[in-house]
């Protein structure tokens, strides 16, 4: 589909998810990125937080995320991290030791 691109968001135990997506904001290690299609590489290490996917489709998905790296090569966006929850099933303590 024009102006979208691959996303993969992979953690030690599974692919998490596994779509096309017209734009991506993930946390990176030094503050909030962007992403759309026809990006130029990009290698980053990621923070903790928010990670907002508007898909191809028209649907959004919201997963917290906690570190790890992303890769942008030939417009597949592939997010490794150690955690990747819905928002809902994130605990204050998960969150403090995400923070801490």
């Given at each position: 589909?024009?102006?979208?691109?691959?996303?993969?968001?992979?953690?030690?135990?599974?692919?998490?998810?596994?779509?096309?997506?017209?734009?991506?904001?993930?946390?990176?290690?030094?503050?909030?990125?962007?992403?759309?299609?026809?990006?130029?590489?990009?290698?980053?290490?990621?923070?903790?937080?928010?990670?907002?996917?508007?898909?191809?489709?028209?649907?959004?998905?919201r997963l917290f995320i906690a570190g790890g790296?992303?890769?942008?090569?030939?417009?597949?966006?592939?997010?490794?991290?150690?955690?990747?929850?819905e928002p809902e099933k994130v605990t204050a303590?998960?969150?403090?030791?995400?923070?801490?």
């Amino acid at each position: 589909m024009a102006g979208s691109f691959h996303l993969s968001v992979v953690t030690p135990e599974r692919e998490v998810l596994s779509l096309e997506a017209r734009f991506v904001a993930f946390p990176a290690y030094d503050g909030e990125m962007g992403i759309l299609a026809q990006r130029a590489p990009l290698l980053a290490k990621l923070g903790s937080g928010l990670l907002r996917v508007d898909e191809a489709g028209g649907g959004k998905r919201r997963l917290f995320i906690a570190g790890g790296f992303v890769q942008m090569v030939d417009d597949k966006l592939t997010i490794l991290t150690q955690e990747a929850l819905e928002p809902e099933k994130v605990t204050a303590e998960l969150a403090k030791s995400a923070l801490g």
